[in-house]
């Protein structure tokens, strides 16, 4: 088993409350995760129902206990415990149903909180230090600048909760169970301290927080394994993670072997070896696309060694059913299981970052742009690829939403074509299983007839195969590989590449050429268009009139406008956005004007394109 620091903790709270006992877990990175197997129950409570004005969205009192009480059913959070560390150990995801009956379930005694006080800068940060000194382990985030609250999730047979993010409401909800609201009535000796619920201005005014100001942990992602820490520590343990700002939610029942502190050429081999198991039976075109599959793999359990973005995952292949769908989902069940955010490519710019939005919210280890039947060219997606923090207006505000990007990025198509900006941010997982209707091809052959369940099955060796590889890696120091690095991925290509070189799988990065040739569309149609510019005019100064004919007789030239003046219009704006490229053995220039029109000359800069 893996293996956790572990020390049972007395029980928590009451037969009542939601956690009969828990066991606590301390971090190789100093932080402190408690664990219990959850299951649900449905009980009934009883719950005051506080009187309320209704000419005015503040308090009323309610003297005593409850001036009334309603009868409401709700979910509570029991335990199933666990026979030995790393079996059935789920986080302590302390939900809000959870947390209803706060007074009864914890140990830790509320705060008093005067809803009468004038000074509501008082009152605010009363009510988020009470929130905080409740939220241990955490079930309240900060999460791309929003704050946020667990929740279960909601697809069928879902195991990993879903983040929600807290409006008016959810607040109202969480600051009325995290402290005892009061107001003082009547003067004198008659004064009496009735119960009342929080009022909105002070609601209001703890949303209204600087997001840097609010008193809750980082949440970057989640996760459902074990995965590396910055500083290349192993986060084992379930729960939050402070080091790495992640959530860790171990699948209950999965078995992962020990991890050696060292591990030894022969555990390596043994890694190696049940990977191969996994995507033996896709016809990789060469070693090159076999190793990229591997890398991707790999990148979830290493992405918080990684400062920075990490690049397109292409798998693609010359027809249909050829595996390209199963070899992804394959390649991620290690690290995600079913959790992997499939997307289709959308019909406009517009649509495509919607949907980069939504996938990006759900904070998924890994998203699939699936089939895609039409050139991947996307301004969007592209800064999806490249920057650490993706930004886009909040739907239906003014506001501005800054998502971290940490999840891994892979797309499926049959010979898709993409844009140059597209393909320099990808690299290439080409099959080509040499037959007419592959999807046909007789499965007695292969070695895992169906491979998802073998993978299910042998899913806790596979991770264990994954942090060997990573671990080996970084005892040895981390040394980076040799060759070739892709451009803005630098840190990328030194810890995925380091960690291939390092156990002996060559090919990393080998088959760049070969994808920008095949792919890149737009670039192979610009080296057309220049190559015939050359050979009819070759260093002479030329305008947009000379070109536009050689631009029209160019296969793939796209130039937009119903007219040839749009037409040509569209041609100058082309070469202006080309100025200064290198496009194959050519410069473009631009060389002055002539009668208030822009002129352009090539200049050869290679003479074989090297």
């Known amino acids: 088993m893996l293996n956790h620091n572990e020390s049972t903790a007395p ?262 070896k049940l990977i191969d198991d996994l995507i033996h039976d896709f016809p990789f075109v060469g070693d090159a696309d076999r190793t990229h599959a591997v890398a991707l793999l790999l990148l979830p359990f290493v992405r918080d060694l990684i400062q920075g973005p990490t690049p397109l995952h292409l798998i693609e292949a010359p027809s249909p059913g050829t595996g390209k769908s199963l070899l992804a989902r394959a390649l991620l069940m290690p690290s995600s299981g079913e959790r992997i955010g499939a997307m289709t490519y959308g019909r406009d710019e517009d649509e495509t970052r919607k949907r980069i939005v939504t996938a990006l919210l759900e904070a998924r280890p890994a998203i699939l742009i699936d089939n895609v039947n039409q050139t991947l060219d996307s301004a969007a997606l592209s800064s999806a690829l490249t920057e650490p923090v993706f930004s886009d207006r909040l739907l239906g505000t003014n506001g501005m939403l800054n998502l971290p990007v940490r999840c891994a990025w892979m797309a499926t198509g049959n010979n898709p074509t993409l844009s140059t900006e597209i393909a320099r941010r990808s690299i290439r997982i080409r099959l080509d299983a040499s037959v007419d209707r592959p999807w046909q091809r007789d499965v007695d052959g292969f070695r895992h007839p169906a491979l998802l369940a073998w993978a299910t099955e042998h899913r806790g060796e596979l991770i264990w195969a994954a942090l060997v590889l990573a671990q080996r890696w970084i005892v040895a120091g981390r040394p980076p590989a040799r060759g070739r690095s892709l451009g803005s991925y630098e840190s990328w290509s030194t810890v995925i590449g380091g960690i291939l070189a390092h156990a002996g799988v060559p090919g990393f990065l080998e088959n760049l050429d070969e994808l920008y040739e095949r792919a890149d569309s737009e670039g192979t149609v610009w080296r057309r268009f220049v190559e015939a510019w050359w050979e009819a005019h070759h260093d002479s100064t030329v305008g947009v009139a000379d070109l536009y004919n050689l631009a029209e007789a160019t296969e793939g030239f796209e130039l937009s406008g119903g007219n040839e003046r749009a037409r040509r219009t569209s041609l100058g704006k082309a070469l202006r956005n080309r100025e200064d490229a290198v496009v194959g053995r050519y410069r473009i220039r631009k060389a002055g004007r002539l009668q208030r029109a822009t002129q352009w000359q090539l200049e050869r800069v290679s003479p074989d394109g090297a």
């Open 11 to 272: 029980g928590v709270g009451t037969p009542g409350g939601g956690w009969s006992s828990v066991q606590k877990h301390s971090n190789s990175d100093g932080t402190t995760s408690i664990a219990a197997g959850q299951v649900l129950k449905q009980r009934d409570y009883t719950d005051p129902a506080p009187r309320c004005n209704t000419d005015h969205d503040e308090p009323a009192a309610v003297s005593g206990s409850a001036a009334g009480r309603s009868k409401v059913p709700y979910l509570r959070l029991a335990e199933s415990t666990a026979d030995e560390p790393g079996h059935g150990l789920t986080p302590p995801i302390r939900h809000h149903w959870a947390q209803h009956d706060q007074d009864t379930q914890s140990t830790t005694p509320k705060l008093r909180i005067d809803a009468g006080e004038c000074n509501l800068e008082r009152v605010s940060t009363q009510a988020w230090t009470a929130i905080e000194r409740l939220n241990d382990p955490p079930s309240l985030f900060r999460h791309s600048e929003r704050l946020v609250r667990l929740e279960p999730g909601t697809s069928e047979g879902s195991r990993l909760p879903v983040l929600k993010a807290l409006n008016h409401s959810l607040l109202r909800y969480e600051a009325a169970r995290a402290a005892t609201w009061y107001r003082r009535e009547g003067d004198g000796r008659n004064t009496r301290e009735d119960e009342v619920i929080p009022p909105l201005s002070v609601i209001q005014d703890m949303l209204a927080y600087p997001i840097t100001r609010v008193p809750l942990p980082i949440l970057e992602h989640i996760v459902e394994t074990p995965v590396f820490a910055p500083n290349g520590t192993l986060q084992a343990s379930p729960g939050y993670h402070v080091s790495g700002q992640v959530l860790i939610c171990l699948d209950e029942g999965l078995d992962i072997p020990s991890v050696p502190p060292s591990p030894t050429a022969a555990d390596v081999q043994r890694a190696l």
